[in-house]
């Protein structure tokens, strides 16, 4: 690309006016709980955010179930693990390769993660219960495949018919001898995919973690926790860590092996990339085992430089600094000129984030890597702790939702509980300025007064379109078509459509690479936003259709309508 493109900076509008428009159409109730979820934001003294409650029926959400939470993130890239969903088959399909968590077994390896294994629960077994039924899947599913270990997964009707999931997996351990376990991960346990993610990590942490003792042998060695393999993601830090000589025993949950789960507590450190769908695991293994635990990022130049130098200082070694910093020089090298072209043509354009639970968060580096803003974000799900910090998490308020998920009991195991670091040395480390078991959240890193959104409806997006008019949008497959048809290119930040990897410094390439093409190409000179074809119908149409004002169906205008319009095409 030779073009380039002068951005001249427009003033912004006012943000706190932007969050009015969005919420006048809604009644009053509504109105004043999307207030809470739609602040201003302060970076040096976060506000409170309204996080983690319920979506309002009739609200459009991007959230998922507690059982996609459970099943498809947490457990799901689990690759030799036999995992059952016991509930009618259209709840197993979204059991089957929905998302992009790719793996690479050796040769010889099981890997089952191409098969969907459901019970196909029928009236039958809701008006005279399914526990049978489930038994049977498991043993027609042991006598076939001879898994190491088989999981359950209940869906919605599990729990409201009682289903005993636990005592049908205690009996099936006893009569085939290897480790079964359940999880009442019913889509309804809570307000989203989040109460999946812990779920999943009490029953990894109860029935793998700590099964087998044998450390792998490395000087240098880790768990990536928070880390799916999305589009190759995990590969990408994987090899980047190998190169400085960090070995990493297990990466929860991405291409990973049921054995490699059960000794990721042999580590002597724990990075945690997606805090929100695993800090309980990084919790529960600190308080057991003693592993300390760290933030890491590793999405975007900078943020994968400061995660490397931060690994590098808690194992203390000069050796492995001076690699780490070689690494950091090599890669650089590549990566520079790529990203300076870049960042030479979108210099000052607008970015808005809309993503789970951490990328909303960690996908706004690799933005301003390439010179871009981040006009507004917001996670889907997230708990204020991913928008306000750790620090706020004793002020948080248990809810009737929350308190629906076990917190579990962990204590240090008398003798498995080995810091891989004395007292001194953490104490030492965190003198000279270094942070264990943190995370400051997405506020802090944001610009005073942008609009952060949290669990955004589709009425919002249109108005934030409208009035900020971004230049790209960071979101999900549930929203990207209507983005699009708005004229502006989005970025489907879970499961990359067909790219990826993004993460680490060759992450980072691909990355600027796919948001240029996406920024230059003609495309979008084709899409011309309703508004601007024919704004007061386009204003009237919002308004009729939101309040369902009065108009009969079809005498609405049309968002083609004009003429002129359609001559376009
Ligand atoms: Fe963590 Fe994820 Fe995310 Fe998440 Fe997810 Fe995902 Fe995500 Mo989609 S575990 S919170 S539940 S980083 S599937 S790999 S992309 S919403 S931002």
């Known amino acids: 690309m030779s073009e380039t493109t002068i951005t001249i900076p427009v003033a912004m509008p006012d943000p706190a006016a932007v969050k009015a428009e969005m919420l006048k159409i809604y009644p009053a109730k509504t109105a004043k709980k999307r207030a809470k979820q739609i602040v201003l934001n302060e970076p040096d003294t976060p506000p409170e955010i309204g996080a983690n409650s319920r979506t309002i029926p009739g609200i459009i959400t991007q959230r998922g179930c507690t059982y996609a939470g459970c099943r498809g993130v947490v457990m799901g890239p689990i690759y030799d693990l036999l995992q059952i969903t016991h509930g009618p088959v259209g709840c197993g399909f979204y059991a089957w390769l929905s998302r992009r968590n790719l793996v690479r077994p050796a040769k010889g390896q099981t890997n089952y993660l191409q098969y969907c294994m459901n019970t196909d629960m029928q009236e039958d077994q809701i ?6 039924k489930l038994k049977q ?3 027609e599913a042991y006598e076939i495949f001879k898994p190491k270990a088989i999981a359950i997964l209940a869906t919605c009707p599990v729990g409201l018919i009682g289903d005993d999931i636990h005592t049908v997996a205690k009996q099936m351990k006893e009569e085939l001898g290897i480790n079964v376990m359940a999880f009442s991960c019913e889509g309804y346990k809570g307000v989203s995919q989040s109460a999946g993610h812990h779920i999943a990590n009490n029953g990894v942490f109860k029935n793998i973690i700590g099964m087998d003792d044998k450390p792998d042998e490395a000087e240098f060695n880790m ?34 092996s049921y054995d490699q789960v059960k000794k990721s507590h042999t580590v002597m450190l724990n990075g945690v990339m997606c805090h929100r769908s695993i800090n309980y695991i990084a919790e529960m293994m600190e308080k057991k085992f003693g592993i300390p635990w760290i ?16 690994i590098a200082k808690f194992f203390d070694s000069k050796k492995l600094t001076d690699r780490v910093e070689e690494v950091i020089a090599q890669e650089m090298i590549a990566l520079r000129p790529v990203r300076d072209e870049i960042k030479a043509r979108h210099q000052g354009k607008k970015a808005a984030l809309f993503v789970g639970g951490s990328r909303a968060h960690h996908y706004q580096d690799l933005f301003r890597d390439i010179g871009m803003e981040i006009i507004s974000a917001g996670y889907e ?7 306000e910090g750790r620090k706020v998490l004793p002020t948080i308020k248990v809810d009737a939702d929350s308190r629906n998920i076990e917190e579990l009991h962990v204590e240090a195991d008398p003798a498995r509980f080995k810091p891989s670091r004395t007292p001194e040395q953490i104490e030492a480390l965190k003198a000279g300025g270094f942070s264990f078991k943190d995370y400051e959240g997405m506020m802090v890193e944001m610009k005073k007064n942008t609009l952060i959104i949290d669990d955004i409806t589709h009425h919002e997006m249109e108005k934030l379109i409208e009035i900020y008019k971004p230049d790209i949008i960071g979101s999900g497959i549930k ?3 209507v983005i699009e048809k708005m004229g502006v290119p989005c970025k489907q930040l879970h499961s990359y459509d067909y790219s990826g990897p993004y993460a680490a410094f060759t992450g980072a390439v691909n990355f600027y690479q796919e948001v240029d093409r996406m920024l230059t190409t003609k495309v979008w000179k084709f899409i011309t936003p309703p508004w601007e074809k024919d704004p007061q119908s386009a204003a009237e149409l919002v308004h009729a259709s939101k309040l369902n004002g009065g108009k009969k169906n079809g005498e609405a205008k049309s968002w083609r309508k004009p003429a002129a319009a359609a001559e376009e095409v």
């Open 137 to 139: 899947a498991i043993k």
């Open 381 to 387: 799900f997230a708990h204020r702790d991913d928008y």
């Open 479 to 481: 929203d990207k078509f």
């Open 127 to 132: 008006i005279f219960g399914g526990e049978k």
């Open 223 to 256: 768990n990536i926790l928070g880390e799916y393999n999305i589009g190759g993601d995990a590969w990408e830090i994987d090899t980047l860590l190998r190169k400085c000589g960090i070995h990493v025993t297990s990466t929860l949950s991405g291409d990973v």
């Open 295 to 310: 933030k890491v990022n590793f999405i975007g130049a900078e943020a994968t430089t400061k995660t490397l130098r931060k």
